[in-house]
């Protein structure tokens, strides 16, 4: 399964960025799928997720209320919608495919990566 991670771009603080990421197989619409970011010099950082059929979400508590993570099973795409985003937003957002139907914050959960896409929020 491959991903592909699309949708970051630099943004001035309080914009928004939506971020798409499509998977290869439509075999990962049984799977949840996830967020997680690094910035620059810290360590991979949990997002959000969404389980298989979107019933289930979940949101690290630095973005809560602020990002809504969407799939659409039929294009086995999740996206990220990223609104009043911060300077302290800024990494590179990865997308990833869990293991099974549902999954959270532990990145162990995860099987398929994508490359990465940069996100700048400037102040």
């Known amino acids: 399964v491959q991903l592909q991670a699309s949708g970051g771009g630099l943004v001035q603080a309080g914009g928004s960025l939506k971020l798409s990421c499509a998977a290869s197989?439509?075999?990962?619409?049984?799977?949840?799928m996830g967020w997680f970011r690094r910035a620059p010099g810290k360590e991979r950082e949990f997002v959000a997720a969404?389980?298989?059929?979107?019933?289930?979400?979940s949101y690290a508590d630095s973005v809560k209320g602020r990002f809504t993570i969407t799939r659409d099973r039929a294009k086995s795409t999740s996206y990220l919608q990223m609104s009043s985003l911060k300077p302290e937003d800024t990494a590179v957002y990865y997308c990833?495919?869990?293991?099974?139907?549902?999954?959270?914050?532990?990145?162990?959960?995860?099987?398929?990566w994508g490359q990465g896409t940069q996100v700048t929020v400037s102040s």
């Open positions: 197989r439509r075999t990962s619409a049984n799977n949840a």
């Open positions: 990833a495919t869990a293991r099974g139907a549902h999954s959270g914050s532990d990145y162990t959960q995860y099987r398929y």
């Open positions: 969404i389980s298989w059929n979107g019933g289930g979400t």
